[in-house]
């Protein structure tokens, strides 16, 4: 069983909600509850639960003061542009213990810092974490010990892995675990309109490539293999996959993905920069 402190999740969006739904596995136990704020209550109402207080702005202006009373563990789940707005709303209210974790990309520590008084944390999470097979990158402020930490990774555990890094790393992860699962769905994208233009219906080909890509990942990850030798056992020489993966390597995909994630990483560096 993972215990937590009292936690509020401000901006209850895709990502705040993936959190919330790792935080309501039987296996967690939150002292205190949760609370969680949305502007609307059209949102706010369906994660309301006899564990989840769930304000609606547009019924009470001052939900995100209300949420954080009590609470040790502030997530940060609006976007960038309010980030800022939002800490200076919440600051005066903050739990002497509290930490404030943000999720939105670009908002340094620093700025965070500069706005409230006490420990403060970045987490770049993905969106496997919606099924519990995320992979958080964590950074921490100037101000945050070992223990606050220790803390906020076990938040992040309830939903996947946690990788523990130094800030100037966090944009290039999001590069990465943060956008990698588009790269894989455009894969998939892209080889099952393959599959339709090799005669298959549309429900065929979802099943041949989906259950390939589970398939392969979860072989890669129980085997404990190296994906590199998992793909020459399956490129017998001289046969069909190894023409097809000549193919592949003929499109320089290494310099493709490096242009990609460069291209990524410069915009992760203009929202830092406002």
Do not use: C, H, Q, W
């Not at 304000?55 to 789940?77: C, H, K, M, Q």
């Not at 023409?243 to 993905?257: G, H, K, M, P, V």
């Amino acid at each position: 069983m993972t215990a937590l402190p009292t936690i509020a999740i401000l901006g209850a969006g895709s990502m705040g909600g993936a959190i919330l739904s790792g935080l309501l596995r039987p296996t967690v136990a939150v002292d205190g509850g949760v609370r969680v704020t949305n502007r609307s209550e059209a949102k706010a109402a369906p994660l309301r639960s006899d564990a989840v207080t769930s304000y609606a702005l547009e019924l009470d202006p001052d939900a995100n003061v209300a949420a954080i009373v009590g609470a040790r563990i502030v997530l940060i789940g609006v976007k960038p542009a309010m980030v800022s707005d939002l800490l200076g709303e919440i600051a005066p209210a903050l739990e002497p213990d509290a930490i404030v974790v943000s999720v939105a990309a670009g908002v340094t520590t620093a700025t965070m810092e500069a706005i409230v008084p006490g420990v403060v944390l970045r987490a770049m999470p993905n969106t496997p974490a919606l099924v519990g097979r995320g992979v958080t990158g964590l950074s921490a402020g100037s101000r945050a010990a070992a223990s606050d930490v220790a803390l906020v990774r076990r938040l992040f555990e309830t939903v996947g892995e946690v990788l523990e890094i130094p800030e100037d790393k966090i944009d290039a992860l999001s590069t990465i675990s943060g956008s990698g699962p588009a790269y894989v769905f455009y894969l998939i994208e892209e080889l099952t309109r393959t599959a339709v233009s090799l005669g298959f219906s549309a429900g065929e080909a979802a099943t041949m490539v989906n259950g390939t890509f589970l398939g392969a990942a979860e072989l890669l990850v129980i085997s404990g293999e190296d994906p590199g030798e998992l793909r020459r056992r399956v490129t017998s020489p001289k046969g069909t996959t190894e023409r097809a993966i000549a193919e592949l390597e003929a499109a320089d995909l290494t310099s493709l993905f490096d242009r990609a994630t460069a291209a990524a990483l410069a915009r992760a560096k203009e929202l830092a920069a406002g």
